[in-house]
């Protein structure tokens, strides 16, 4: 049996800690090095060991592309120095003219980029509900090069059913993106159900403390993924040797803290629901949530991130974030610590105004993998505070 076969029978956390990850042939260090080199020596002109020049690659990078596309259960990874260059590289495959739909929640990031980077430039966009899979079809257009979705989207934890899009999409000649930021490869694998390009802020859960900024594409298709990474090494946007040994060393540990961030949110989601302060909960394990069925089909669980809204609007949606001391207040998600901010005014402040505009009075969670009692115990001193600061 080959290696990349005997890899591919493993299961996840096996594959998170050794696929791409052997020890290394020289030294037999355990750990992937990080192999700073900008330039590798060649034999004879063009004869050399798979390396030239690290823009183009280089050993630790490597590790990591077929660490996280064996996660994905795809053929092809690609890292970039952040989402947003992954993001950036996949708006290239467009000619002008071809238009992006995106699903009407998304990170306000992604909609900066394809509203005012790539628009001007000539890519038409338009937003839509992908919950509706019948209303994309009847308002389907024909210049639609590419169907753009999140979920659980950010920040409203919409999950939408990828199966469906996909179908409809494929048949009308157009790609689909799925940005997999919130579920992570351990609780969904989009590409197993017809995603052409699985999208990753690497930033979050896949690195997984806070302390490094990445992106990655994980792809199947060998001409689509030959696209990217051209583009990739054109236009530059890599990550430095550094950057993938730590996201390589957040992913070995992915599935556990999964596990614990999802028991979290649900120790969270516990106290919230049915709350006097608190007006709405989004979590996609609640059965009256969009798309709760389409996340109980193609998920695992229902992941590490909660949004609620406020009964007493915006004014107290902001105290209850600024009155945590444990969750800290800040941008950011998917790490081992809790955070919490106010979208409207924070990550999607560049959405006002647009169809991804988000409710003033919501709050957002990152459940870290704290204890759940600690978590819980600061959210309801928040949440008292909060609301009788408001009297
Ligand atoms: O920050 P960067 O690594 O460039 O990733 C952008 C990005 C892409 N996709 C999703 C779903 C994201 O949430 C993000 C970044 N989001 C935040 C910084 C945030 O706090 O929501």
């Avoid at 994309?136 to 210049?143: S, T």
């Avoid at 949004?307 to 444990?326: D, P, W």
Wanted: glycine fraction near 10%; include cysteine; charge should be negative.
């Amino acid at each position: 049996m080959g290696e990349q076969e005997q890899q591919a029978g493993w299961a996840f956390e096996t594959r998170a800690i050794h696929a791409g990850q052997d020890p290394d042939p020289t030294t037999g260090a355990v750990v992937t090095p990080i192999s700073l080199s900008t330039t590798f020596a060649q034999d004879a002109v063009g004869q050399h060991k798979g390396y030239e020049y690290a823009r183009s690659g280089n050993p630790t990078r490597t590790a990591l592309e077929t660490c996280v596309a064996s996660l994905e259960g795809v053929r092809h990874g690609l890292a970039f120095a952040s989402g947003l260059a992954a993001e950036d590289a996949i708006m290239r495959l467009l000619r002008p003219g071809q238009r992006v739909v995106l699903g009407n929640d998304a990170y306000g990031g992604t909609f900066r980029l394809i509203a005012k980077v790539w628009e001007p430039l000539g890519m038409p966009w338009t937003a839509a509900d992908l919950t509706d899979v019948e209303a994309l079809a009847a308002n389907w257009r024909d210049d639609t090069g590419l169907v753009w979705l999140e979920t659980p989207t950010n920040p409203l934890l919409t999950c939408i059913d990828i199966e469906a899009v996909a179908e409809l999409a494929h048949e009308r000649g157009a790609l689909v993106v799925v940005d997999n930021t919130f579920a992570t490869p351990y609780l969904q694998q989009p590409a197993a159900s017809g995603a052409d390009i699985v999208l990753h802020s690497a930033t979050k859960y896949l690195g997984g403390h806070s302390d490094v900024v990445g992106g990655f594409l994980a792809v199947d298709q060998d001409d689509v993924a030959e696209r990217l990474r051209f583009f990739q090494n054109a236009a530059g946007g890599v990550p430095s040797p550094f950057d993938c040994y730590l996201v390589l060393r957040g992913v070995k540990t992915l599935g556990v803290r999964m596990d614990r961030h999802c028991e979290n949110a649900r120790a969270v989601v516990d106290l919230l629901v049915g709350h006097p302060a608190v007006d709405r909960v989004l979590y996609p394990q609640l059965p009256d949530h969009p798309g709760h069925a389409a996340a109980a089909e193609q998920m695992r669980d229902f992941g590490g991130m909660v949004s609620f809204t406020l009964n007493g609007g915006e004014a107290v949606a902001r105290r209850v974030a600024e009155s945590t001391t444990l969750f800290t207040l800040a941008e950011s998600l998917g790490a081992v610590e809790s955070l919490i901010e106010h979208p409207g005014a924070m990550t999607h402040a560049s959405a006002a105004g647009s169809p991804l505009e988000v409710p003033a009075d919501l709050v957002r969670l990152s459940v870290g993998i704290e204890h759940s009692s600690d978590l819980v115990a600061d959210l309801a001193q928040a949440l008292e505070l909060g609301t009788q600061e408001g009297n």
